[in-house]
């Protein structure tokens, strides 16, 4: 991590803090989205680039997330929303376990890949039938909560309150995986991805490592589902498809995977770019393709990568050695 | 109850035929590339649109539907050399994840594009008259369906003659197989690979000249087919063209028994037989000897 990456995210940490004085209400919104989709990045490449797993069915678990949260709020059950939160959490967890113990043991690589993806698309198939869950139309008109956390109140039906509580609960959970990450869990995964055999005779349970890291990657991904009911006010199940699945691995890959920072980069980009072509259809995916195929060609470590190689180019010293 | 199960059967067996069709060119593209080319529904629907763009709402005659379907294969296998020549021949140092986001770059890019090219709107295409009646044999049996698996078949007998008879298919095979080694022996690799490349989107124009007559034409037609595409191709073993076969019928029948049987679940038996069968089998029905 170099100091223009470096000041970069401490840039964009400043606009999303300040984002509801500095643009109107409509880009605030997108704000708080792109937040939520941060939290849902980064869980993703925590399996990605820290376990080496490649999960193609990743939405099944925000949807998990978010249905729940959905049906709570919109049935008025009478619990407190963090716990509900925490609740979510624990599911997608289970989720996870359930399916890395089933899944895990038979396949890996693309099957691993592909079996997720069947599986998420499962859950589709299965939303559509529920009429609790809304069929197709998913969930509308979410009503927002307002938390009682004792000495004070967090009305979420209030613009600004919602989008500080919003932005407290994505940096939390951003801390804690980059804590995870950073931390004995994520060297163990990290050792996993880059030789699995090695890691094994150093005396590291490879296949339990897989299944904790599969785990703790549901949980943050229904974390992020729980935050977008609230926000966004309507779930429907184009949040658990496959193309939801495949955001956080664009994300991951603009800004570069082989960074904790690189999906925040990615979602950013991400956002500006089909925010600027919004009027334009058609124009958005055709500047959205043409960028991936972009970075793939010219700097296939991603934006922080290539920020990386500059600094390095620049600061003299020869290139190559290990990242 | 036995017409019905026949008629689903019949259905089937259409839909099995259009799934290989499209799963034809996509295990191809992963046999030489090694690399899931999400981009290959993208290029199906392209093929759609330039047949319709050819031969009209209803195309006048058999042979005129054909030809369009042919240059829909010529146009989209063209596009597949530009592909080629332009993106995925200068990914081959960078990891399979990165030719994957190359893939869905191309896949969105190409779905862009045909967006402001042709428009939002949705187009009822229909069969040339020749194929577009029924016969009653105890069951309709609709003369476009019988055309659909009669071009699965060909399609298939071509591919599988082509790769395992033909000198062409041979070197294509070495190619896969180990291309630092067809390489050593002389052969033309690059060459090679862009062929088969060609030959890969072309079978996707024509699978979309063919089947544009199936359902309405509009952007989503790609995503349709692709997913039933790809758990074929992953069913069958990556880069079988046979395994492909066997399964793009397996997922045919289990689609359309799927909506007899269980007529309140819609949609569930694909991915079910799916997980099952990969469960079963990871490495798939014939599984590729490089890996």
Same mark, same amino acid.
């Given at each position: 991590m170099n100091r223009a990456a470096q000041a970069a995210l401490l840039l964009f940490l400043l606009l999303f803090l300040f984002a509801p004085f500095l643009v109107n209400p409509g880009l605030v919104f997108l704000a708080g989205f792109a937040m939520i989709q941060i939290v849902f990045a980064l869980s993703w490449n925590l399996l990605f680039s820290y376990a080496g797993l490649i999960s193609f069915g990743h939405a099944a678990f925000f949807g998990i997330g978010a249905?729940?949260?959905?049906?709570a709020l919109r049935d008025g059950y009478e619990i407190h929303f963090v716990l509900l939160i925490l609740v979510c959490a624990a599911f997608g967890a289970l989720a996870a376990l359930l399916v890395a113990l089933v899944v895990l043991r038979r396949a890996s690589g693309v099957q691993f890949a592909v079996l997720t993806l069947a599986l998420s698309q499962l859950i589709v198939v299965l939303i559509g039938y529920s009429s609790l869950l809304g069929h197709d139309e998913g969930i509308a008109a979410i009503p927002r909560p307002a938390i009682d956390f004792?000495?004070?109140t967090v009305d979420m039906n209030q613009p600004l309150t919602s989008y500080y509580f919003v932005l407290a609960v994505c940096l939390l959970a951003v801390g804690l995986m980059w804590l995870l990450a950073k931390g004995h869990v994520g060297r163990a995964m990290r050792a996993v991805r880059i030789d699995a055999e090695r890691a094994a005779f150093v005396g590291i349970d490879v296949w339990r490592v897989r299944v904790i890291a599969f785990t703790i990657s549901g949980a943050f991904a229904a974390v992020a589902g729980a935050m977008l009911a609230p926000w966004s006010q309507i779930i429907t199940p184009d949040y658990?498809?496959?193309?939801?699945s495949a955001q956080p691995l664009f994300a991951a890959?603009?800004?570069?995977?082989?960074?904790?920072?690189?999906?925040?980069?990615?979602v950013i980009g991400l956002s500006g770019i089909n925010y600027l072509t919004r009027t334009f259809a058609g124009l958005s995916e055709v500047l959205v393709g043409a960028s991936l195929i972009l970075v793939v060609l010219v700097a296939p470590q991603g934006i922080l990568g290539a920020l990386k190689q500059l600094a390095r180019r620049r600061g003299g010293r020869t290139p190559g050695g290990h990242a | 109850?036995?017409?019905?199960?026949l008629y689903a059967i019949f259905n089937g067996l259409v839909l099995g035929a259009a799934i290989f069709l499209v799963a034809a060119g996509l295990t191809l593209a992963f046999g030489?590339?090694?690399?899931?080319?999400? *981009?290959?529904? *993208?290029?199906?629907m392209i093929g759609a649109y330039v047949a319709y763009a050819v031969a009209g709402q209803e195309a006048s005659s058999l042979p005129l539907f054909l030809a369009a379907a042919f240059i829909a294969a010529l146009v989209v296998g063209a596009i597949g050399v530009v592909t080629d020549l332009a993106i995925f021949r200068r990914l081959g140092n960078v990891p399979h994840e990165y030719t994957l986001m190359a893939a869905f770059g191309i896949m969105l890019f190409c779905t862009g594009a045909a967006r402001i090219a042709f428009g939002q709107s949705v187009h009822a295409i229909y069969p040339p008259q020749a194929i577009g009646g029924f016969s009653e044999i105890g069951l309709p049996v609709s003369h476009y369906g019988l055309f659909i698996i009669a071009a699965g078949i060909v399609t298939f007998l071509a591919l599988e003659i082509g790769l395992n008879r033909i000198w062409f298919g041979k070197l294509i095979f070495a190619v896969a197989r180990d291309p630092w080694m067809a390489d050593v022996v002389g052969l033309r690799v690059q060459r090679l690979k862009l062929a088969s490349v060609a030959i890969s989107f072309a079978l996707a124009g024509l699978a979309g000249g063919i089947l544009v007559a199936n359902q309405s034409l509009s952007l989503d037609l790609g995503h349709s087919y692709l997913l039933l595409a790809f758990c074929a191709v992953i069913v069958g073993g990556l880069g079988s063209i046979r395994g492909a076969f066997i399964a793009s019928v397996i997922f045919g029948l289990a689609e359309s028994l799927n909506s007899v049987m269980l007529p309140t679940m819609p949609g569930i038996g694909s991915y079910a037989l799916l997980i099952i069968l990969v469960l079963i089998r990871p490495q798939g029905i014939y599984p590729e000897l490089s890996q």
């Open positions: 249905y729940i949260s959905a049906v004792g000495l004070f658990v498809n496959w193309l939801q890959l603009l800004g570069g995977a082989g960074f904790f920072w690189g999906p925040v980069v990615g | 109850m036995t017409t019905l199960y030489i590339m090694k690399i899931f080319n999400f *981009a290959h529904g *993208a290029f199906f």
